[in-house]
């Protein structure tokens, strides 16, 4: 191989390789104790305006005044957004690439939008199919669900509005950044493994809808 082989040889190898700043490196892991210490926190954040009304009142008979902004903002869930943030931030994670958070584009907007609607119709096709089961079963119940009037004002047209925002933007993103996202991701990468991540992150996203759901959540 003669000299000028060699340096096209070399020349060509250096440009089908990749730059090193080109290639980014994967986030590693918070660890196990810090997903669970951090993970703690935002679960207590979580729940934060159930325990500031509750605690009060089993330790010393207190009921607290929630100012009205609890029943208006969905304050728990922002909290623990807020506390995923900073853990991230603390141990200087890239918070997009940590928790996986890739660009959507308006197709994939409009496809998320198309499998909603459709999840909706079939949601609905299996609850009029179990009602009809148990009414042919002769299980089913015997006076049809009454359905509430609502009086027309602000403060109903306010109440709506923020319980849209904490059911349909602030509880599913905050809770896969939680769940998913920081306990997820810490606990499948350590000894607790994969197995044990999806059971122990299954099991406390179902006891952060026990209030108001019951233990069929």
Same mark, same amino acid.
């Given at each position: 191989?003669?000299?000028?082989?060699?340096?096209?040889?070399?020349?060509?190898?250096?440009?089908?390789?990749?730059?090193?700043?080109?290639?980014?490196?994967?986030?590693?892991?918070?660890?196990?104790?810090?997903?669970?210490?951090?993970?703690?926190?935002?679960?207590?954040?979580?729940?934060?305006?159930?325990?500031?009304?509750?605690?009060?009142?089993?330790?010393?008979?207190?009921?607290?005044?929630?100012?009205?902004?609890?029943?208006?903002?969905?304050?728990?869930?922002?909290?623990?957004?807020?506390?995923? @943030? $900073?853990?991230?931030?603390?141990? *200087?994670?890239?918070?997009?690439?940590? %928790? /996986?958070? &890739? +660009?959507? =584009?308006?197709? !994939?907007?409009?496809?998320?939008?198309?499998?909603?609607?459709?999840?909706?119709?079939?949601?609905?096709?299996?609850?009029?199919?179990?009602?009809?089961?148990?009414?042919?079963?002769?299980?089913?119940?015997?006076?049809?669900?009454?359905?509430?009037?609502?009086?027309?004002?602000?403060?109903?047209?306010?109440?709506?509005?923020?319980?849209?925002?904490?059911?349909?933007?602030?509880?599913? @993103? $905050?809770?896969?950044?939680?769940? *998913?996202?920081?306990?997820?991701?810490? %606990? /499948?990468? &350590? +000894?607790? =493994?994969?197995? !044990?991540?999806?059971?122990?992150?299954?099991?406390?996203?179902?006891?952060?809808?026990?209030?108001?759901?019951?233990?069929?959540?």
């Amino acid at each position: 191989m003669t000299d000028t082989s060699l340096a096209l040889t070399a020349r060509t190898a250096a440009s089908v390789a990749p730059h090193p700043s080109v290639v980014a490196a994967s986030p590693t892991p918070l660890g196990l104790w810090a997903t669970i210490g951090w993970g703690t926190g935002a679960y207590v954040a979580l729940w934060s305006p159930v325990l500031i009304d509750a605690v009060p009142r089993a330790l010393w008979g207190m009921d607290i005044k929630v100012p009205a902004l609890f029943d208006l903002l969905p304050v728990g869930h922002i909290a623990a957004g807020l506390i995923v @943030v $900073v853990a991230l931030w603390w141990h *200087r994670q890239p918070l997009r690439d940590y %928790l /996986a958070l &890739s +660009r959507i =584009g308006w197709s !994939g907007i409009a496809r998320g939008i198309g499998y909603g609607v459709l999840g909706f119709i079939g949601l609905t096709a299996a609850f009029v199919l179990i009602a009809v089961l148990q009414t042919l079963l002769g299980s089913g119940p015997s006076t049809a669900p009454t359905i509430v009037k609502l009086p027309f004002n602000m403060h109903t047209m306010m109440v709506l509005a923020s319980l849209w925002f904490a059911m349909v933007v602030a509880a599913p @993103v $905050v809770e896969e950044m939680l769940f *998913r996202g920081l306990m997820y991701r810490g %606990l /499948a990468e &350590s +000894r607790v =493994g994969v197995v !044990g991540a999806m059971l122990l992150t299954s099991v406390v996203f179902g006891l952060a809808h026990y209030p108001g759901f019951g233990w069929s959540a």
